[in-house]
């Protein structure tokens, strides 16, 4: 995982995009950014050996002013989640709220978990460049075998598509670097821990698509990878049915 960052700076190299143009600074600072939490993270991420929960965040690459999800995922356990997305000042802002609940593999109970955060719009696609990438950071906590608490902040970098009758389709990719903290841990947490508290730091890269099927309605199919010993190491897919009211549809 820690070699993401390195692989996008020499796609950069060997695609044959321009020196100095807008498109290759954007890929280069968004490649540099993500090799940066890769290393934080694996430099951090000790082992033990347990999982928790982990769920793509469904998050493509422009702010919204309006919309809801309800979302289902599987791989570590499953997770049945909503969120919801309200735009903040002139459009290029959105504040967000998650809840939702998870189902682990093994020991570890169902978890109540609970975030809030905020995406700002960084760079819009131009004709000098392709991109759209939204900058995102949160809070979450979950509650179970102890509560768990999440600082997420990462970039969400994709391209809209135009199709024909009104449809358009926006593959994106959501690297995030999180810290985490579990407080009074369980055994199923942490072996031989019981109430012991534990920080780490995680990387997950989403890699998804919205296929906007008409201007209200959406579906959001996304992968989430890697992942930190204490929320969850496994690999997750994710589905989603996203509603933007009709009134509020830009």
Known sequence: ??????????????????????????LTKAGAAI??????ASATAPALGAQA????????????????????????????????REGVGNGTMHWQLDAGLADPKGRIDPLLFLGGGIGKELVRA???????????????????????????VGA??????PLEEGMAITPFVHPRASIVYCSTCQPSVIPNGRGRSKSTASLHIDLGADWRVN???????????????????????GVGLNWTPAALRR
Not at 1 to 26: E, K, Q, Y
Not at 35 to 40: D, H, K, P, T
Not at 134 to 151: D, K, Q, S
Not at 156 to 161: E, L
Request: one cysteine or more; proline letters at 5%; hydrophobic letters at 45%.
């Open 1 to 26: 995982m820690h070699h993401a960052g390195a692989f996008m700076l020499t796609a950069i190299r060997t695609c044959g995009v321009r020196a100095g143009s807008p498109f290759r600074r954007t």
């Open 35 to 40: 090799g940066i939490a890769a290393v934080l």
């Open 53 to 84: 929960f982990n769920y793509p965040a469904m998050q493509t690459p422009r702010a919204s002013e309006r919309d809801y999800t309800a979302a289902v995922a599987a791989g570590s356990g499953t997770s049945v989640y909503f969120q919801w």
């Open 126 to 152: 131009t004709d000098d460049q392709p991109l759209d990438v939204l900058l995102t950071a949160g809070a979450g906590a979950a509650f179970g075998n102890g509560t768990f608490f999440r600082i997420p």
């Open 156 to 161: 969400s970098i994709g391209h809209t598509f």
């Open 215 to 237: 201007p209200q309605f959406a579906l959001r199919l996304a992968a989430s990878f890697g992942g930190s010993d204490i929320l969850g190491s496994d690999d997750t897919v």
